[in-house]
Every structure is written in structure tokens, then in C-alpha cells.
């Protein structure tokens, strides 16, 4: 009987939790993508149920899922999110990143390398909770609920600020007694929550197209539809939007057991593979066909074949992950003792 070879990728926010299935041709076999309302637990439980874990060989997991799910290995959601684009998309410019907390752009140089990421505030304005909030005062049961009534609007669109949820209040209640319909506001509201995402994203630089839209929020067309009027850009997503951090991480652990597979067919006693690539290196071990261990720089290019070719003025600038994030397209590693067989 064939050893499972399917990967199951986990990605657990503040808010959602997505999970995809993928197979040994990276074709997604089965995904999910729930609310879970603060029961993680539960929620995951009745999640895995819905998957066939038998055919399961390894999983991987965003560093923002909590650490008692135990997984193969855990990757920068970042990471992720561009091993998904770069699987999904034939090219990449920019890729906006909006889930319940956060927002934030990647940018990409036109070779689509990894040049920077700017993010948010703490602040949670201008992200999939504000949305949530403000469809509760309005008697909503959610943003997805929000973002439909919101299409609905065929009439003038009332100003509302996405600054602030408490401005955001005041802006609601003025809006309804000048008479603005339901459609209206809720479109006002997404309108608001774009203009805030671009004044803060795009301030000083502009997006590198194609701009690929990534997270929960991309899944709010009235959204999208006014980041793209504004910004006077075509904005790219699909309906695998919510699930790219999960499918990364399928698609990061894919990549490194593809790559023993290819060692062990050329020589079946091989134990250590260490690959040296333009921008990134990974080290992996392996025992009776199975990967036992792998490891590989964050992302920095400092210790790929380049770095050679840089000015030492360089050197000095490698600091926070933002920039070491350079031309991250995927990758995959496993814990000591967790390995699977190839």
C-alpha cells in the first residue's frame, strides 16, 4: 500500500480559519474556509472531520495557527501567501494582503523578486474587523452580509470614515438621518475601508502591477471593485483568495519532499542534501528514504549565491523580516522525527 501523500495546509487568523488539501500534483483535492468565532478548538475539529486524514502525509501550518496543532512545520504567513501567488498567478507585481487585523502590501521588482512589505498599524481599521463591526451596529449578521447588501446600491454613496470605529459611528448614525439607504451605507462603509487601505499602502509608492489580492477581504467584491476605481489598477483575485496561506504551506512542504524524492532516485543512501540556490539554502536530512530534518535561511539572499555580487553597503540594511523576505516563492521543511515517506 502507497504511503498517504497528500499535504494538508492550516491556516488559523484572529478571526477564520482556512485549510486546503492538496496532492502529489499540487491540485487541490478539498478546502475550507469557516468562521470560528473564538472556539479554535471546535471549529478545527469539526474542520479535519471534513477531510480524509488517512490519505494525509504531512502538514503544514502559518506561524499565526495556535501551537497546539501539531504539524509538520510552521511558515512565515508572508511566505506563504507568495508560494500561493506565485502557484496561482503566471506573474506578480504587488500583492495586496487584507485579513480581519492586518493589511499590507508586497511589493516584487519587475524580475519578481521580493522587495519590501509595508503593513498597517495595530490599529484594526480599514481591516476585515471593522467591517464586522460596523455590520453589527447595523444589525447585520457579518461582513460577508455587509459586502452583499453593499452590491445592491444603485444611488449616491454617503461619506463614512474608516479611520476610527468611533468616527465610523458617528459617521452611521449622521448617514441614516440624511435618509441614506442600507445599500448605501454599506457600500459607504467599503468604500471608506478601501480609501483607508490606499491612503495608508500607497502613500509614498505605488503598487507594481499585477496587483493579486490576497485574505478574507478579497472576497468582498464592492471592496475590491473601489481599491481598483481609486486606484485606477486592475486588482486580481480569485476564489482561492481566503486560502492562499494554507495552500502555501501545502505547496512549501511539496516543494522540499519533491526535491529528496529527485536525491534518493539518483542515489538511494543518500542522508544529506544541502542546496544552494540564487537567493535562498536549505539543508535537509534524510534516513531510509525519509526526510528527518531540514532547515534554510528565512528568506534573506545573504547566504544564496548573490550575495557576493552585493556592495558591503548592503550588508548593514538586512534587518527585520521585511527585509529578508527577498524572492520567497515557497519552501518546506520537517522536524526531527516527523518525517514522512517520499
Do not use: W
Not at 487568523?13 to 482556512?18: E, F, I, Q, T, W
Not at 446600491?153 to 465610523?168: M, Y
Not at 478601501?194 to 500607497?202: G, H, M, Q, R, V
Not at 516563492?329 to 522536524?335: A, D, L
Request: net charge negative.
Amino acid at each position: 500500500m502507497d504511503a498517504p501523500n497528500h499535504i494538508l495546509g492550516i491556516d488559523i487568523g484572529s478571526v477564520a480559519l482556512a485549510a486546503a488539501e492538496i496532492d502529489a500534483h499540487k491540485q487541490v483535492i478539498h478546502s475550507t474556509y469557516v468562521f470560528h468565532h473564538g472556539d479554535i478548538r471546535g471549529t478545527l475539529h469539526t474542520t479535519l472531520s471534513s477531510f480524509d486524514l488517512t490519505n494525509i502525509g504531512a502538514i503544514g501550518a502559518t506561524s499565526s495557527t495556535p501551537k497546539f496543532l501539531h504539524t509538520t512545520r510552521i511558515y512565515d504567513n508572508r511566505v506563504a501567501v507568495i508560494a500561493a501567488c506565485r502557484q496561482f498567478f503566471p506573474r506578480i507585481g504587488s500583492i495586496l494582503l487584507v485579513g480581519s487585523e492586518r493589511f499590507g502590501i508586497i511589493h516584487f521588482d519587475e524580475e519578481g523578486n521580493y522587495k519590501k512589505f509595508r503593513t498597517n498599524s495595530s490599529c484594526a481599521a480599514g481591516t476585515g474587523s471593522f467591517l464586522d463591526q460596523q455590520a453589527h451596529r447595523l444589525n447585520l449578521e457579518g461582513a460577508e452580509e455587509l459586502a452583499r447588501i453593499a452590491q445592491e446600491n444603485e444611488g449616491e454613496i454617503p461619506k463614512i470614515a474608516s479611520r476610527c470605529a468611533v468616527f465610523a459611528k458617528t459617521d452611521l448614525v449622521h448617514a441614516q438621518q440624511e435618509g441614506y439607504s442600507l445599500p448605501a451605507i454599506c457600500e459607504g462603509l467599503c468604500r471608506g475601508l478601501a480609501k483607508n487601505i490606499i491612503d495608508t499602502l500607497f502613500e509614498k509608492e505605488s503598487a507594481l502591477s499585477p496587483v493579486i489580492f490576497a485574505g478574507g477581504v478579497a472576497k468582498n467584491s464592492a471592496v475590491v471593485h473601489h481599491i481598483s476605481s481609486i486606484l485606477e489598477q486592475e486588482i486580481i483575485t480569485d476564489e482561492n483568495a481566503p486560502l492562499f496561506g494554507a495552500l502555501g504551506a501545502d505547496l512549501i512542504i511539496d516543494e522540499i519532499t519533491a526535491h529528496a524524492r529527485a536525491a534518493v532516485y539518483i542515489r538511494p543512501d543518500v542522508d544529506t542534501i544541502i542546496e544552494i540556490g540564487g537567493q535562498d539554502s536549505k539543508f535537509t536530512t534524510l534516513a531510509d528514504g525519509m526526510v528527518t530534518f531540514s532547515t534554510m535561511n528565512t528568506v534573506c539572499a545573504g547566504v544564496g549565491y548573490p550575495f557576493d555580487q552585493r556592495k558591503l553597503s548592503h550588508q548593514g540594511g538586512h534587518r527585520g523580516v521585511d527585509r529578508q523576505l527577498h524572492s520567497l516563492s515557497g519552501r518546506h521543511c520537517k522536524k526531527p522525527g516527523t518525517g514522512s515517506r517520499i
